[in-house]
């Protein structure tokens, strides 16, 4: 089962920074939390993961909590092509697959 | 990021025949492959975990029997469904990492198969 829990829809204005929220309140110390996106009728695409430490990259940025039970993905300048449904995955380091979600569905409106 | 690539992009087939469905890994070696499936409107739901060299592991209620995977070599694994019925038609989407030491993995863009 998915230790995660995602809102399963959102809307954002297009040239506005989107806010996925998700919870892992039962991650381990040695779980990563990942972010993927698929968009329709396509494999899920990787967008950045972390431990406890905030990541940026060049597609997002990754906020996690202090207690590492919550986080948040922010697309700073949303645009119609990041309308997806984005998953949140925790998973530890070696040897396990991804295990997904139902996500959160992002439409991004202009 | 890593590319996998997977063939065809979608399949018709007529009940009852067998349809392969090929992964590649284009620019690593991929040591372990997963396979996926996704009916519409659901999320993917693992189906096997493959490694090269090695039988593959079926997830509980997966038939091993009608979904036959081969990882042969470090840079390609194939999914057969045999004997091909309706209730397959699903999305069917792999994944490929390049060592246990490598934390994120890559899918490839899918295989949308039509059993008619």
């Known amino acids: 089962d998915a230790k995660t829990t995602q809102p399963p829809s959102m809307d954002c204005a297009e040239g506005r920074a989107a806010n996925l929220p998700c919870n892992h309140s039962?991650?381990?110390?040695?779980?990563?939390v990942y972010w993927y996106r698929q968009i329709h009728s396509q494999g899920p695409q990787y967008i950045i993961h972390?431990?406890?430490n905030n990541e940026t990259n060049e597609m997002a940025s990754l906020i996690i909590t202090e207690d590492r039970k919550s986080s948040t993905l922010i697309l700073p300048h949303a645009t119609l092509r990041d309308t997806a449904v984005y998953y949140c995955?925790?998973?530890?380091?070696?040897?396990?697959?991804?295990?997904f979600g139902p996500g959160t569905r992002l439409s991004v409106l202009p | 990021g890593a590319v996998v690539s997977q063939h065809p992009s979608w399949v018709i087939c007529k009940s009852g025949t067998s349809v392969k469905i090929e992964c590649r890994s284009l620019?690593?070696?991929?040591?372990?492959m997963f396979w996926y499936r996704q009916f519409p409107k659901q999320s993917l739901m693992l189906m096997a975990t493959?490694?090269?060299?090695?039988?593959?592991?079926?997830e509980q209620g997966v038939e091993k029997d009608k979904f036959l995977i081969n990882h042969a070599s470090l840079t390609l694994s194939t999914l057969t469904v045999t004997s091909a019925h309706p209730e397959d038609s699903s999305f069917y989407i792999c994944?490929?990492?390049?060592?246990?030491?490598?934390?994120?993995?890559?899918f490839g863009q899918g295989t949308r198969l039509t059993v008619v």
């Open positions: 620019d690593f070696q991929a040591t372990t």
């Open positions: 493959s490694n090269e060299g090695s039988k593959a592991t079926y």
């Open positions: 039962t991650i381990s110390g040695n779980e990563y």
């Open positions: 972390g431990l406890k």
């Open positions: 995955i925790v998973r530890a380091n070696y040897g396990q697959n991804f295990v």
């Open positions: 994944s490929a990492r390049d060592g246990p030491t490598n934390t994120e993995a890559f």
